[in-house]
């Protein structure tokens, strides 16, 4: 396909809060970069042909159904609460959390039955009564948008409907989690009514991000070895394919390399200086385009 020169994506991000550094970090990883100075609502990457509009993560579902962001980068509680026509593009693999009911710490849990007639506070309100509906749970919920820990101290709500990631919000507000409902990552969402040209440059980001995200955790392994010894290392070495063998000079020892993941690197690096393996050089890796 020709591209015509003036198709820009326009990506919406979350402008602050729990994923707009990682957004940002995986954008830059895939070659959209924009000025880290002065940041404005709308900035032109250098790189790319793309703007990334930076709003609240509740807004992002609704500008790219309305086609006033192409694609956007947001959790999928979000997707899920607003219900909205979007394509879930693609997992993007962080900003893990779930949706989940949680009561002071003094209250004694006695089931979901101890939500009947309680008052619920949530940013979810959909989410929730779906779920309250489904287990015939009659619930008040109260819809407040930020700071929805703070309702059962301000005596607002007796518990509260909310993310939670690392529960450091619920411990300091004095919080326990009792009831997991959705989880929920970070996805890419795309309008449904994307142009051909549009959708080739969002394709082209979403490849761009699995290679970023097969690189994770995953190291590049390279080592000297004796040919005697070469089968028994390719037998250690979990390849991708299988590993690249190099001859050296000296036709008794080869040359190894592969890909291998970070959990196992020192069982492998030491079973491999147990048969011999000398030089091993571990070097860091940032993309892996399969
Ligand atoms: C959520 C939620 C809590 C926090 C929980 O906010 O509202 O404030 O994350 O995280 P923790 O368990 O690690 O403490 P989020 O960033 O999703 O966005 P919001 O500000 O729009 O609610
Ligand atoms: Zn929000």
Not at 100 to 122: C, M, Q
Not at 127 to 133: H, M, P, S, T, V
Not at 160 to 181: A, M, R
Request: proline residues 3%; negative net charge; aromatic residues 6%.
């Amino acid at each position: 396909m020709i591209m015509s020169e003036n198709v820009m994506l326009r990506i919406a991000v979350q402008a602050k809060g729990r994923l707009n550094e990682q957004s940002m970090d995986l954008l830059k990883e895939a070659g959209v970069t924009v000025s880290q100075e002065k940041r404005k609502f709308l900035m032109r990457a250098a790189d790319f042909p793309a703007e990334i509009i930076f709003l609240r993560d509740d807004d992002i579902p609704q500008t790219v159904a309305i086609g006033a962001a192409d694609i956007g980068i947001v959790g999928y509680n979000e997707v899920a609460e607003k219900g909205l026509e979007v394509n879930i593009l693609q997992k993007l693999g962080f900003g893990g959390c779930r949706l989940s009911l949680a009561i002071p710490k003094t209250e004694e849990y006695t089931g979901l039955e101890y939500f009947n007639s309680k008052r619920v506070a949530t940013s979810y309100p959909e989410i929730l009564r779906k779920f309250f509906a489904e287990n015939n749970i009659d619930a008040e919920i109260h819809t407040i948008t930020g700071s929805v820990e703070i309702a059962p101290t301000a005596g607002l709500a007796d518990a509260i409907f909310d993310i939670v990631s690392s529960g450091g919000t619920l411990v300091s507000n004095g919080l326990v989690e009792v009831e997991k409902v959705v989880f929920s990552e970070a996805v890419l969402i795309g309008n449904p009514e994307l142009s051909d040209e549009k959708m080739a440059l969002a394709r082209q980001l979403m490849s761009r991000f699995e290679a970023v995200r097969n690189g994770v955790g995953k190291k590049y392994l390279l080592l000297n070895i004796p040919t005697s010894a070469l089968d028994e290392a390719i037998r250690i070495l979990p390849a991708m394919r299988s590993p690249t063998v190099i001859p050296l000079a000296n036709s008794e020892w080869c040359s190894l390399q592969t890909v291998v993941d970070e959990n196992n690197l020192w069982t492998i690096i030491e079973s491999l200086k147990a048969i011999g393996a000398e030089g091993i050089l571990v070097l860091s890796l940032d993309k892996i385009v399969l």
